[in-house]
């Protein structure tokens, strides 16, 4: 393999890192695999990452930065709070295909591990999503087109179950039939609306 520049050897190794850990799991990948898979030994890939942690810790924070980029793209010329719920959940099934892996990694880790750090970085990434998602609630109670005697807990924390749920379904039992996504964003919008 090319000897590659520092950022760039970086960017190759959370990718391989994160094909690794969605075939295996967190838990069980190793240092070991994943360098083996990037095609470099062990000592390379610890100058570029201190542990295990390091690696996941990386594509955690890079699928939440290339997510809410992608949804205050998709959404920058929209007004409507609503309209713009209703495009993320149509688009989210094909978001979620594309970051498939990611979002394996992400599932895998919320739903088996029990590192602390690993457990540190989950929280900090549905801490994004939520404020994300409770900005545009925020804006449509401001708008009075949700309720405002709504705590923006309950239909920010709705939304976000629904998206984890629908991936951890879509990606995992391939036949199973699938709620429509955009039937059930509809059943949290009645309830939010004025």
């Known amino acids: ?24 799991g967190y838990d069980a990948a190793t240092t070991h695999e994943i360098a083996e ?12 990452f201190k542990s295990k ?7 955690v924070r890079k699928m939440s930065q290339v ?31 594309s970051l498939s892996d990611a979002y394996r990694v992400i599932n895998g880790a919320l739903a088996c591990s029990r590192d602390r750090r690993v457990i540190s970085v989950l929280k900090e990434h549905y801490k994004e999503v939520e404020s994300f998602f409770a900005q545009i609630i925020r804006r449509g109670q401001k708008a009075r087109v949700f309720r405002t005697d709504l ?20 990606l995992n039992l391939s036949g199973v039939n699938q709620f429509p996504l955009g039937d059930a964003i509809e059943f949290v919008l009645t309830g939010i609306r004025k």
Do not use: C
């Open 1 to 24: 393999m090319p000897r590659l520049k520092a950022a760039q050897r970086k960017d190759q190794l959370i990718s391989v890192a994160t094909r690794v850990f969605a075939r295996l």
């Open 37 to 48: 898979a990037a095609g470099i030994t062990e000592p390379i890939l610890y100058r570029h």
């Open 53 to 59: 942690q390091d690696m996941f810790v990386a594509i």
């Open 151 to 170: 705590d923006l807990d309950a239909p920010t924390w709705q939304i976000i179950h629904l998206g984890i749920g629908y991936s951890l379904i879509s």
């Open 67 to 97: 997510k809410l980029a992608r949804w205050n793209d998709l959404i920058a010329d929209i007004d409507d709070p609503i309209q713009q719920i209703r495009l993320i959940a149509k688009e989210y099934p094909k978001h979620i295909h």
